[in-house]
């Protein structure tokens, strides 16, 4: 098996795939030769390529600086695409219970207006040595906007304002904006947001790279998938370029199905479909087009939502992510007694059994519901598989968006609220 290996065997037969071909290619030598209205927004493919060694050194100077400091906690400030990156790369690695201690341990905050939320992140690191990443390409969203005002008073408070900066790294635009501004004005240090990468597509860039290399995570390693996922994309056979099968899968699928469900078979990956959602529903979700996009985790889901997906109504189709080989597993043994009756697995792997339920589960939903299933099959989930995901379904993403006859790179919507919010505001004021 490749190491990422996606079977549309139980959603569509594989000639369906094959009758866009031409119309796939055309859309990745435009993508690849800059010739859409949006080359300006291109930049995030050759980030795991183009690797800038000066400010991957800079990042690394820094992280190694606050360690030997002893800082124990990083507070992220960010929101949607600045963070969701970051955050799943983090839980993926660390997970809840943390087999492994990262280097430095990361909170995320500033991704809502949550005063309940802000104040307990604040009492969590007012005896810690902390420091701040804030990140935002202008320095006006609202949230990160109020999360850095307070967080900075509190490391002000604790180390005095002339020595705050030192814990303080802003990435930002390297030109103009607020946040720019105040760095600028401050004296902290700035990392960089490039000008074609928008913030759904900049996990790879310093926005998601500089908090991971902070917490230890291997981001050379992380590249490096990220880079096979590019050169995978490359081949233009459909049946061997996994990114875009599934691409022109769930294309097909959405003429037919509202709803795109993503699985895992895996919590770890609970927040990796947080960024996944973003990615697909800011990117497609425009002029009364584009899939309603959830995330479910498996098998705890199947114990609530699984009865409506066998036998509710017929809107949606399931992607389902499942590793072959887990980092850690345990084997199951008999016991004298058998007093909980499960001695009838014995010699059995808790992920065999899990792997178990996935095919139990695929077969109930795909042949008995007839609810169309696409599998990706990871082989193991490691920083190489992490970094590998990102970069496959941000190409997946740009065909699949050119193929539905959108602008992948903007977000008009989301302005609507936001200019709402505002004049509610400055009405409150008067």
């Not at 690695?93 to 802000?118: C, H, R, W």
């Not at 000008?195 to 310093?206: E, H, I, K, T």
């Not at 370029?241 to 769930?250: C, E, F, G, L, M």
């Not at 697995?345 to 169309?372: C, E, Q, W």
Request: glycine fraction near 6%; hydrophobic fraction near 40%; charged fraction near 25%.
């Amino acid at each position: 098996m490749k190491y990422i290996n996606v079977d549309i065997s139980n959603a569509l037969e594989l000639n369906e795939i094959n009758k866009y071909y031409e119309q796939v290619v055309q859309i990745h030598h435009n993508i690849i030769n800059q010739k859409v209205n949006e080359k300006g927004w291109l930049g995030w493919i050759n980030l795991p390529n183009n690797i800038n060694n000066l400010e991957m050194k800079k990042m690394i100077d820094i992280a190694n600086v606050w360690k030997k400091q002893k800082v124990s906690t990083l507070v992220v400030i960010g929101i949607g695409g600045s963070y969701l990156g970051a955050r799943a790369a983090y839980d993926y690695v660390f997970d809840t219970y943390k087999m492994i201690d990262p280097d430095i341990e990361l909170i995320f905050a500033g991704n809502s207006l949550s005063s309940e939320q802000l104040v307990a992140q604040l009492k969590y690191v007012e005896n810690k040595k902390f420091a701040i990443n804030v990140i935002s390409k202008s320095g006006t969203t609202i949230e990160p906007s109020i999360a850095f005002r307070e967080f900075r008073k509190l490391l002000e408070f604790q180390v005095g304002s002339q020595y705050a900066k030192d814990y303080i790294v802003a990435t930002t635009d390297a030109q103009k904006g607020v946040l720019y501004e105040l760095s600028k004005a401050k004296n902290y240090e700035t990392l960089i947001i490039p000008n074609d990468v928008g913030g759904r597509f900049s996990v790879l860039s310093p926005v998601g790279l500089f908090p991971l290399i902070c917490a230890g995570i291997n981001v050379e390693i992380l590249l490096k998938g990220a880079a096979d996922a590019n050169s995978d994309c490359n081949n233009l056979n459909l049946n061997e370029n996994q990114a875009y099968k599934y691409a022109v899968a769930r294309h097909i699928l959405s003429k037919k199905y509202d709803i795109e469900l993503m699985s895992s078979y895996e919590p770890k990956l609970s927040f990796f479909i947080e960024w996944w959602k973003q990615l697909f529903a800011e990117s497609e979700g425009k002029d009364n087009k584009g899939l309603w996009v959830v995330g479910s985790t498996f098998t705890t889901d199947l114990h609530s939502i699984g009865q409506i997906i066998q036998d509710g109504k017929r809107i949606l189709f399931e992607t389902i992510l499942v590793s072959k080989e887990p980092l850690y597993d345990i084997l199951l043994s008999k016991v004298k007694e058998d007093d909980d009756k499960l001695n009838y697995l014995d010699g059995k792997s808790v992920h065999k059994i899990n792997l178990s339920a996935f095919k139990g589960t695929l077969s109930a939903h795909s042949k008995a519901a007839l609810v169309p299933n696409i599998v990706i099959e990871i082989a193991k989930l490691d920083e190489y598989a992490l970094g590998y995901l990102f970069q496959f379904f941000m190409r997946a993403l740009t065909i699949s968006a050119y193929l539905l006859g959108v602008n992948p790179f903007d977000q008009p919507g989301v302005e609507i609220y936001k200019s709402n919010m505002f004049k509610i505001l400055n009405k409150d004021d008067k």
